[in-house]
């Protein structure tokens, strides 16, 4: 079972910035793709970003390129989402998620966190 453990989640002014972290455990950290979804109220997850764990390759929506960076620290077993710019539809539960390396389908879902960006 793989675990994550979200943080740094909360309000924002619009224009602001927020840093989301998502650690999970050192011995399966290396194995994983991670990455973020989104949902805001009354609406559909959406996905965010994503990264290999171990190669660092890193995907995006069209949507939130440039604002938005993942990243990961491999010795602390935790990645990262930076979030420039935000904008009050950035608002909602952001969800750090994992799979294994060669999954379809996004297996491990934390608990979520919430961000809230005010205008």
């Known amino acids: 079972q793989v675990q994550l453990v979200e943080s740094g989640g909360g309000l924002v002014q619009t224009g602001g910035s927020l840093r989301l972290s998502c650690a999970t455990s050192?011995?399966?950290?290396?194995?994983?793709?991670m990455g973020w979804f989104r949902q805001a109220p009354g609406q559909e997850r959406e996905f965010v970003a994503a990264i290999a764990t171990g190669s660092g390759v890193t995907t995006y929506p069209d949507s939130l390129k440039g604002r938005f960076t993942i990243s990961r620290d491999n010795a602390q077993s935790t990645i990262f989402l930076q979030m420039n710019t935000l904008k009050p539809q950035d608002t909602g539960v952001y969800f750090c998620?994992?799979?294994?390396?060669?999954?379809?389908?996004?297996?491990?879902w934390g608990q979520g966190t919430q961000v809230t960006v005010s205008s």
């Open positions: 998620v994992a799979k294994r390396v060669g999954d379809s389908s996004w297996t491990f």
């Open positions: 050192r011995r399966t950290f290396s194995y994983l793709t």
